[in-house]
């Protein structure tokens, strides 16, 4: 699974929602402000989570099978029942 960053504040925001943007201030030891938004903290928890991604060398997908699922599935061999797949992912996700 590959992750793309973005840069903070390149998803464009309405006035109304940056407005409502949460910001919060710290002090820092030279006696400076720093404000952080809630953007910054989101990009800093995704960057975070790509560089996890990028640093997993162990790899939880077995590809081949995904591999051998994708073709089975293409060729009819095996069928997929998607209104029961949809019901099983929002009990999974509601819970």
């Known amino acids: 699974m ?4 973005t840069i903070s504040g ?9 407005e409502r943007a949460t910001t919060s201030t710290a002090q820092t030891s030279s006696g ?10 989101t990009q800093a928890g995704l960057q975070s989570a790509q560089q996890t ?17 994708q073709a089975a599935i293409a ?8 209104n029961q797949l949809a019901s099983d992912m929002l009990s999974y996700f509601q819970k």
């Open 32 to 41: 400076s402000t720093l404000t952080i938004s809630a953007d910054d903290i």
């Open 75 to 82: 060729s009819g061999e095996m069928q997929v029942d998607t």
């Open 53 to 69: 991604l990028n640093n997993d060398n162990e790899g939880d997908v077995d590809y081949d099978k995904v591999a051998r699922m």
């Open 10 to 18: 390149s998803n464009p925001m309405s006035t109304s929602a940056t």
């Open 2 to 5: 590959k992750i793309t960053p």
